[in-house]
């Protein structure tokens, strides 16, 4: 069965340190990828998606993430995270024209000033 | 642009009553989604509309709940005889075509006591 996997439950840094969050997919094909970011009571917002092309793409908010099909991964990163960056951010990932979307169990960022 | 709006917020209920939910998409989105977001997990897809027709449910959906959209606008999801396993975030998404990101609304949560 699909499923997207993000093996780090919690993350703590401080704020203007990097940040690297972990994302592993199933699917052998070519994927579409997705990082979303939810502030407590909050919808999704999308960072950046991945369908084909450049493994390397620019999201909103200073976010970039990596297409590694060896790996089976695309994560997350950011040069300097900022407080407002505090969230809970989830990968996707999207099979088929239905476009349905299977979430990882998400990683819940905390910012120390 | 105005964005999904999901309508109510909050709903708290008594165990065994019903409760129904309505979103909005945005205007031009003929796909809508549902999807449940139970705490310390990604959201879990319920099913999808393209346009008035319900192309896909998940076996998570029992005959417990019903879904539709007439004339494929908005949608309603309803709840028959709530049961605690229930409380949870519902969160409606659509998007305008195969490939296009699904934009999320800011979710109904629901507490069944």
């Known amino acids: 069965a699909q499923s997207v996997t993000q093996p780090d439950i919690h993350i703590t840094v401080s704020e203007g340190a990097s940040l690297e969050l972990r994302c592993n997919y199933s699917?052998?094909?070519?994927?579409?990828l997705f990082w979303y970011v939810q502030s407590p009571g909050q919808g999704l917002q999308l960072l950046l998606k991945?369908?084909?092309?450049?493994?390397l793409v620019q999201g909103i908010k200073g976010f970039e993430a990596e297409f590694k099909r060896s790996q089976s991964s695309f994560n997350l990163r950011k040069p300097s995270v900022h407080w407002s960056d505090a969230a809970e951010y989830f990968c996707?990932?999207?099979?088929?024209?239905?476009?349905?979307?299977?979430f990882g169990k998400g990683t819940l960022l905390t910012v120390n000033p | 642009d105005t964005g999904v709006s999901q309508n109510p917020r909050h709903k708290i209920t008594k165990r065994g009553q019903n409760v129904t939910f309505r979103c909005d998409p945005i205007s031009e989105h003929n796909r809508l989604y549902w999807y449940r977001q139970t705490l310390g997990q990604g959201p879990e897809f319920l099913t999808y509309?393209?346009?008035?027709?319900?192309?896909?449910k998940s076996r998570l959906l029992s005959d417990r709940f019903s879904a539709e959209r007439p004339k494929g606008s908005f949608s309603t999801l309803e709840i028959q005889r709530t049961e605690q396993g229930d409380s949870a975030m519902y969160l409606c998404?659509?998007?305008?075509?195969?490939?296009?990101?699904?934009?999320f609304g800011n979710g109904t949560r629901l507490t069944v006591t």
């Open positions: 509309f393209q346009n008035e027709a319900q192309l896909e």
């Open positions: 991945y369908f084909s092309g450049d493994t």
């Open positions: 699917y052998g094909a070519t994927p579409y």
């Open positions: 998404a659509s998007s305008d075509r195969g490939n296009s990101p699904l934009h």
């Open positions: 996707a990932e999207a099979i088929g024209s239905n476009y349905k979307l299977t």
